[in-house]
């Protein structure tokens, strides 16, 4: 390099700075080399996130009536449950875009985490997956029931944030701005009140583990899993604006709120303001302190504010779970057999009888599947290898099918 060159940039020479880089034509020196490099990281972060598929602009911004209207096609029932959690994502949206203006007055918008409560096969799963097609925020589904302490076999509590992760493409800062579903929340409860030698690892300490995600902190997140590659560099996570969604059976619950209500489930009743109870569906009159009795911790319990309750499926509800959604069971068995050029039908019947069935069998919507699954096996099976072009299913048909699978069960 000639004595005397100067930077092409800023001027100044070799002796006024650190390191002076030549270049075809002329100089550039590390201070302005170091500053074409910030600009030029600033530039693609805000083109990046301009192209993610994660961003969405006011306009586009589902509003609440169209979340629910969404997920009516797809979930039959359940009114409160979808307007609670249309209101719920609506304002998570909402949030994230507060966070990416930067508001010039000190309000800061919270979030508030979800509780479902509802027996088995009522939709709270359904519910999840549904309005994840729905929305431009990273969303991930995990099971609470592998989940342990630190340190002992199965998942750690950071594996929820993996999970994020990965959905998100690795994209920190969507993660960040993403929702969370966690299913079979009850697994997790205290096991017992009374000391044991043993630890409960899978039951209060999971709990504990979790309230440091649900209430907001920074996170290292194992990219990879935790204990197959310990070498791994973590991955620094802000938990403070994930929405978390958690849901569960909590099989038994009602004893707890009977017990609160001072209302009898069987037996004699004295009367009084409990006639005003409908000892059909006490989940309705769920609360907080029925979930404490059941097992989760205060601290926890205070980190989902908002409990929704789902209602037992009626056989009305049962019979238009069968054909009326998008992807309703009848639907996806016509399709089936119309990608083999049969045209499949169904006797209504056969349909009542199905669904009688399922309320027998008291497995809800999934209980609908197990059943037409039974009954349509061996026409599964024989139709693709025949000639045939049409088939109708009939109730007498169901339930010869159904009488030989319990005979095969015995």
Request: glycine share 8%; with cysteine.
């Amino acid at each position: 390099m000639a004595k005397g060159e100067k930077c092409s940039f800023c001027g100044r020479g070799e002796n006024e700075v650190r390191l002076l880089m030549p270049g075809r034509d002329g100089c550039i020196c590390d201070e302005c080399a170091e500053q074409a490099y910030l600009l030029s990281e600033e530039y693609l972060h805000k083109k990046r996130k301009k192209n993610s598929k994660w961003s969405i602009s006011r306009e586009e911004l589902p509003k609440p009536e169209e979340i629910k209207s969404f997920l009516d096609q797809y979930v039959i029932g359940q009114d409160d449950a979808k307007r609670y959690l249309a209101v719920s994502v609506y304002n998570h949206y909402k949030r994230i875009m507060q966070n990416a203006t930067d508001d010039a007055d000190d309000v800061e918008i919270e979030k508030s985490n979800i509780i479902m409560v509802g027996p088995t096969g009522t939709g709270k799963t359904l519910l999840a997956k549904t309005i994840a097609r729905l929305l431009k925020v990273p969303f991930t589904i995990v099971d609470a029931t592998v989940l342990t302490e630190a340190g002992y076999v199965g998942e750690d509590i950071e594996s929820i944030l993996t999970r994020l992760l990965q959905v998100a493409d690795y994209d920190v800062e969507a993660a960040e701005r993403g929702i969370v579903f966690i299913d079979e929340i009850d697994k997790i409860a205290r096991k017992s009140d009374n000391p044991s030698i043993t630890r409960d690892v899978s039951g209060e300490g999971v709990q504990q583990g979790l309230l440091k995600l649900l209430e907001g902190s920074i996170v290292n997140v194992p990219p990879q899993g935790g204990r197959k590659h310990p070498e791994q560099k973590m991955i620094p996570v802000n938990t403070k604006n994930i929405l978390y969604i958690c849901g569960g059976a909590f099989d038994g619950i009602e004893r707890k709120i009977a017990m609160r209500l001072n209302a009898h489930v069987v037996g004699f009743n004295g009367g009084g303001s409990n006639n005003r109870i409908n000892r059909d569906n006490l989940l309705q009159y769920i609360a907080p302190q029925d979930l404490k009795s059941y097992g989760l911790i205060p601290e926890i319990i205070g980190r989902l504010p908002i409990l929704i309750y789902l209602n037992p499926l009626d056989r009305d509800a049962l019979r238009r779970i069968l054909v009326e959604p998008k992807n309703s069971i009848i639907k996806q068995y016509v399709k089936l057999f119309e990608m083999d050029g049969v045209k499949l039908t169904f006797d209504d019947d056969m349909l009542d009888y199905v669904v009688d069935k399922a309320i027998e069998f008291k497995l809800g919507a999934r209980g609908l599947r197990s059943i037409v699954e039974t009954v349509m096996m061996d026409a599964m099976y024989e139709t693709p290898s025949s000639a045939k072009k049409k088939l109708n299913i009939t109730r007498s048909y169901a339930e010869k099918k159904l009488e030989k699978a319990k005979l095969l069960a015995v």
